[in-house]
């Protein structure tokens, strides 16, 4: 399996991060995509390939043209208006203010576009999400050329980000952009498989009310764990999109025996939906040792994840999502790949 991957992820470093009662160094750090890297080549699963360089054409399929256009000029506007440090949101349009007027000053749009102050910008941000968009497409290319799957080593990933807003270390959502690009070029239906340990609430937003893309989801419950607002079992997806939203919450502690029960109903799920391509969002935060996150996955469960998914005999395309233990993130990465090279 091919790899796409681009060094200009690391310029999106060194940013401060909002946690319950503190500001600290951001775990989503430049290391994550290395240590996945190193382990792509030492464990030799294929090529490492650059991205082609696209427009911002297929972002604008499934995000706000708006929205999109304001993330280029958020480092260039903090600068401008004298601010030093992280760019970072602290005020939010929430149930009884104005979500229809964006203000003028900068500090006030990362508020409006965005639900979090999880996305936040330094001088490489803006780089390195464009450089983690060309990643995705780039490595789509591939399985629509005919490879049986590719991988997107993208960074910074991508599922929080909805049509209109950032959030959770996401800007542009890198497999809800490939999944639209996929259908843009022929297919007919397209399964998104996003096994982060956090809700996908971006993807699921985009395509709730679309039959054209299934999303299944799994993840911790919504009740206790981030994002909160989005990820309950009861989202079913909404008008032509009924039934084509599946959300698998599941209770702090979730071993690998419970947490393949909702992997394998999902597999059977996506089997009857019959797609044209399966889009792996590919989070390792399922792991016992992750530092954000609470669910019992040991290394060698990673490659079962990629055999199952080997079985349902689909194009498959990979996009990197979140993983913060990066002592192991390029273990159990790319032991989801690995596993499903083994089929
Ligand atoms: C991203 B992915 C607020 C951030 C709180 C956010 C976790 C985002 C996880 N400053 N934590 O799904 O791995
Ligand atoms: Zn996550």
Redesign the pocket.
Known sequence: MKTVYSPLHAGHAGQM???TSAIVPG??KPSRAEFIKARVESEKLGPIIGPVEHDLTAAKRIHKADYIDFLPTVWPAWKAAGFEGTAMAFTWPTRGLRGDVPPKRVDALLGYYSF???ATFVDGTWTAIKSSYDVALTAAALVKGGERSAFALCRP?G??AGAGFMG???YINNAAVAAQWFLDQGAKRVSILDV???H?NGTQEIFYERADVQVLNLHGDPMVE??FFLGHADERGASAGEGFNVNYPMPFGTNWDAWNASLEDACVKLAAYAPDIVIVSL?V?TFEKDP?SQFKLKSPDYPKIGHRIAKLGLPTLFVM????AVEEIGINAVGVLTGFEDK
Do not use: K, N, Q, S
Request: glycine fraction near 22%; include cysteine; charge should be negative.
């Open positions: 991060e909002l946690v775990f989503e979090d102050a999880g990933p599922h929080h959770g270390y996401c982060d340990y956090h996908g981030y994002p989070g935060d954000i999502e979140g993983g913060y």
